[in-house]
């Protein structure tokens, strides 16, 4: 026994003793990195970037093909603009050079972190990783990155592209980093480091509670909840459209994604019939009770749904849907821990409650984000500002979009074309 225990330590001093070897690389990088002006910085995150975009369908096949989860094409799309068009969007920025500012006495200093930990998701994983490796970049910090072992095999590749290409543009050695084979102890004692500058920590509940606690500066995105209200004075076809074109979006594995309609009783009807024009299949009661056992008959989300077609889930529970059916709206008349369609669901199935009026559904969208989901994001469909203001200052959400996708709205690009849409969701 006690040889076996000695072989497990030295195993786990082996893989610590790595992980300390690659912050002492990322480190030095990011000392060196510091000194870099701004027209070095952007050469290297050029070169990153382009690679990155070059290879954005390649690896959204890769990384639905690793997890199972979401659309390729979709993922090609969150990929495209997590590297050419973010970089775009900080075109005409400088996070390098000093600002002198006369009028109030005074200078300012960017200052690099030094090395970011960037913990990423299954659900997300390339573009994630794209987005990450960017800011840290743009910024002049080392990188190290840390993927779900869901998706080791995308997200290594991803960031072994952008550090190729950076290095050959210029970058310190080591300024991109990835964690081949990352497990629990060996994340957790990089965490811990003092080394570590700041940790953004993309996934669950426990990961991100396991980053605040680290004892580094963090940066937490955990699940969401969003709900969406639509009002009677709502384009009802539209809001409709939109709806399901956000809850189809990469089979809904974006946590900013809808998670419970809540429709005036007014138009509630008329938005049922109009998210069936759009491609949703209007569950029966009986259905309703099949999802709910599927999805949490287990005590949480089955994850093995997560990513999954609206087709696909159906076939689980014994309905037949068309292969062009979109998603699956399922009408409950409750909301809490009571019952689970009103949680996080990380597939193309929609909670549908419906309210008497406006201010009573802004005081369910309440309720839904403390169940969970608080800080993330929400949504409404509605014509009416002062409906719209008082939602927004209501709902404790980070983002909240206007009639718009909430998926794509929160993310900065729920219009087409996708670039024209930044300012789509509003921020309260």
Not at 41 to 63: D, Q
Not at 119 to 129: A, D, F, K, W
Not at 296 to 305: L, P, Q
Not at 369 to 389: C, K, P, V
């Amino acid at each position: 026994m006690t040889a076996i225990v000695e072989e497990i330590l030295a195993g786990e001093q082996r893989e610590s003793g790595a992980a300390d070897l690659m912050l002492q690389t990322a480190e030095w990088a990011a000392a060196a990195f510091a000194g870099f002006d701004r027209s070095r910085v952007e050469k290297i995150a050029r070169a990153a970037v382009e690679a990155a975009h070059s290879h954005a369908g390649e690896l959204a096949e890769v990384a639905v093909r690793e997890t199972g989860f979401g659309v390729v094409e979709h993922k090609k799309l969150k990929n495209e603009l997590t590297s050419r068009a973010l970089l775009d969007h900080y075109a005409n920025e400088d996070f390098c050079s000093a600002r002198v500012l006369p009028d109030i006495k005074m200078v300012e200093l960017p200052r690099p972190a030094g090395i970011v930990l960037a913990l990423t998701p299954s659900t997300n994983p390339v573009c994630s990783v794209f987005y990450k490796v960017v800011l840290a970049l743009i910024t002049r910090n080392a990188i190290i990155v840390s993927p779900h072992p869901m998706a080791r095999t995308c997200s290594v590749r991803a960031a072994r592209l952008m550090a190729e290409a950076a290095e050959a543009a210029g970058a310190p050695s080591g300024v991109i980093q990835v964690v081949e084979n990352p497990n629990l102890p060996l994340i957790g004692h990089v965490m811990r480091s003092p080394r570590v500058g700041v940790i953004l920590a993309t996934g669950g509940t426990p990961m991100v509670r396991a980053a605040y606690s680290s004892g580094n500066p963090a940066i937490g995105v955990g699940p969401g909840n969003a709900p969406v209200l639509v009002d009677a004075t709502a384009d009802v076809a539209q809001a409709a459209r939109r709806i399901v074109a956000s809850k189809s979006f990469d089979n809904s594995v974006l946590c900013t994604n809808e998670s419970v309609v809540l429709a005036v009783e007014t138009i509630a009807d008329q938005l049922l019939q109009s998210l069936r024009g759009a491609g949703a299949h209007v569950a029966r009661p009986e259905e309703v009770a099949g999802l709910r056992e599927l999805l949490f008959g287990r005590g949480s989300f089955n994850v093995e749904v997560l990513g999954k077609s609206a087709a696909e889930i159906g076939g689980r529970i014994g309905l037949r849907l068309p292969p062009a059916t979109k998603i699956i709206v399922a009408e409950i008349d409750r909301t809490g821990i009571d019952e689970p369609l009103s949680k996080e669901k990380l597939c193309p199935v929609l909670g549908f409650l419906r309210v008497h009026d406006a201010q009573a559904g802004i005081a369910r969208a309440r309720a839904l984000i403390r169940q969970s989901g608080a800080g993330h994001s929400a949504a409404i469909h509605s014509r009416d500002t002062r409906t719209i203001l008082a939602y927004g200052a209501a709902v404790k959400a980070l983002r909240v979009v206007v009639n718009a996708p909430c998926s794509q709205g929160a993310a900065g690009y729920g219009q087409d074309p996708p670039r024209s849409a930044r300012t789509s969701g509003r921020n309260t």
